[in-house]
């Protein structure tokens, strides 16, 4: 079945599925972390292939890449050996239809950003809100941060209703970004009278173009806790504890870097203790909004400029 002028193509058998449980459960949420931006230490990526891995899902929906998609700004990987062409990885965007550890169904959106068709694909979204009765919609995102990879990986929560983040530090006052999709995604549905929200994962600035899992676990932990998904975290949780054991020995081989993580430790703790809420999950290590919004200005504009090759 095609959605909305051709953007997407609905799989009927995943529809009938998910329509004929909803008598018997409580509207879906959906999750979204799209490739492309916003994913320092591959943070969202990673909480994706967690999910896909470890829980039961099939396509709910598909969308037509060959509009969405640039692929000569993001050529996709093609292998050739020898003598021949022997595969190319092409780039997808996915609405599937999952569930978690307790049988309750949701629905995760995955895939490549878009480069073209903005305004029609929230569109498409968010009529696919609406026919599946979504009741939140939660981003999944990780920007660079200055902090030490040895505290607890912060968060940055934001949302179309205020209620939504209650009680949740705010790190950074104004600042201008270069646009993206999951926060134009947002702002589409808040104007259309539905819940969003979204988790940016402070990921040490000095980690940004490496593999992070502790920033996936950090993502979906508040996930789990804000929508009530029983969520398999384990196998992230080990892959973090190894991934923390090498950076450890890494910067232990260098005398400069074991200084440099010492001082941001001393940031860190001293900003927690400012505020009065000693290891509280979020905390950032600097008292300076601003050297904060200048480091994530730099971040989104270096990824602006360059794109990020996630084909």
């Known amino acids: 079945m095609e959605g909305p002028e051709g953007v997407y193509v609905l799989h ?6 998910l329509e004929a449980d909803a008598s ?20 969202g990526r990673l909480a994706v292939g967690q999910l896909l891995h ?39 965007l996915v609405l599937s239809a999952a569930r978690d550890d307790a049988g309750t169904r949701f629905l995760l959106l995955h895939g490549v950003e878009p480069d073209l068709g903005w305004q029609r694909f929230v569109g498409a979204v968010g009529s696919l809100v609406e026919r599946f009765g979504v009741r939140l919609t939660v981003g999944m995102h990780a920007v660079p941060w200055p902090a030490p990879h040895t505290r607890p990986v912060g968060l940055t929560a934001h949302a179309t209703d205020p209620a ?5 530090t ?16 947002e702002l589409h549905l ?15 600035h000095y980690l940004a173009a490496l593999e992070h899992p502790r920033a996936a676990v950090a993502l979906l932990e508040a996930v789990a806790s804000t929508t009530g998904l029983a969520l398999r975290l384990d196998a ?27 001082a941001l430790e001393q940031q860190y703790d001293a900003f927690v203790a400012q505020q009065g809420a000693p290891g509280q999950p979020g905390d950032g290590p600097l008292p300076s909004g601003e050297e904060i919004a ?17 084909g």
Do not use: C
């Not at 190894?242 to 010492?262: C, G, K, S």
């Open 12 to 17: 009927d058998d995943a529809v009938d599925a």
């Open 24 to 43: 018997r459960h409580s509207p879906p949420v959906l999750l979204h972390s799209l490739a492309g931006f916003l994913d320092a230490g591959a943070g």
């Open 54 to 92: 470890s829980l039961e899902h099939r396509p709910l929906a598909t969308f037509d890449v060959d509009s969405l998609y640039d692929y000569r700004a993001r050529r996709p990987r093609m292998t050739f050996v020898s003598d021949h062409y022997e595969s190319l990885e092409l780039p997808e």
């Open 164 to 168: 939504l983040v209650a009680g949740r």
């Open 170 to 185: 705010s790190w950074v006052g104004a600042l201008e970004v270069p646009g993206h999709l999951a926060g134009m995604l």
């Open 190 to 204: 808040g104007a259309t009278g539905h819940q969003a929200m979204g988790f940016a994962a402070h990921v040490p």
């Open 236 to 262: 992230l949780r080990e892959a973090a504890d190894r991934t923390d054991r090498e950076t450890d020995a890494q910067i232990a081989a260098n005398p400069e870097n074991v200084e440099a993580v010492r």
């Open 294 to 310: 200048a480091q994530v200005e730099r971040f989104l504009a270096e990824m602006d400029d360059r794109g990020r090759d996630d």
